[in-house]
């Protein structure tokens, strides 16, 4: 950063101009104080489901035997993904005759440059997969609130881990994700208003559930319902 000061007449140094914007406010302070940081361990828990009841679970959520065996068995035991070839020779699912998950129907577009990729764990000097929760408030003033937030160490909660953030002091709301006798329309529907009727009441964390999912009550895919909530929340 290069900062020519005409009024001063001189040139005043990176170092300098850092120094006097980390030194506007009490930032340091701000961020210990109102930061909460949920806790990246747990207690070893019981199992939440039977065999049989999560057999019905797999089933219900569209899980195969292949994905199963190939992929959810090595990401249990070695805690990494299952690496394959690039090539899929399968049907696009927009073609296939046969009932596919909403999920199959999107592809991802990238460009591969490294090998391995950069990832949290080989490049975390310049990765993270920590994130922030909580309210964004006004970017044209600072203050302790803009602090408030809830910081995850990664994206991906286990249940002890989910119990943690219903305690952690932001107001928060669950809003059932499972699709009635009414059909599909009318489920997202009804989970983009509860939604912002949470949020009106004050809520700053909405967690959408399909816990409750059984044969029923089908569970509306995790994609759908996200998408369908954080633009109506927008709109």
Not at 157 to 170: D, Y
Not at 174 to 189: K, N, P, Q, R
């Amino acid at each position: 950063m290069l900062l020519i000061d005409l009024a001063e007449g001189r040139v005043i140094s990176d170092e300098e101009v850092k120094y006097r914007i980390a030194g506007c406010r009490l930032y340091r302070k701000w961020l210990r104080t109102n930061v909460v940081t949920l806790p990246a361990a747990c207690a070893t828990s019981s199992p939440l489901f039977t065999e049989p009841v999560l057999d019905r679970l797999k089933a219900l959520h569209g899980h195969t035997l292949e994905d199963l065996r190939i992929l959810m068995v090595r990401m249990a035991r070695r805690g990494n993904e299952a690496i394959g070839s690039m090539g899929n020779d399968t049907a696009l699912a927009v073609l296939s005759d046969r009932l596919r998950l909403l999920y199959d129907y999107f592809k991802r577009l990238f460009a591969q440059v490294t090998n391995p990729t950069p990832d949290a764990i080989r490049e975390m000097m310049v990765t993270s997969l920590a994130l922030d929760l909580g309210a964004s408030r006004n970017l044209y003033t600072e203050s302790p609130l803009h602090c408030r937030k809830l910081r995850l160490n990664q994206p991906v909660l286990i249940e002890c881990a989910l119990t943690n953030l219903r305690q952690c002091g932001l107001a928060w709301a669950t809003v059932s994700t499972c699709i009635d006798e009414d059909g599909l329309e009318h489920a997202l529907a009804r989970v983009r208003e509860e939604a912002a009727d949470a949020v009106r009441q004050g809520a700053q964390l909405i967690i959408l559930s399909d816990r409750k999912a059984r044969r029923a009550r089908m569970p509306t895919p995790a994609l759908l319902v996200v998408a369908a909530v954080l633009h109506h929340l927008i709109r």
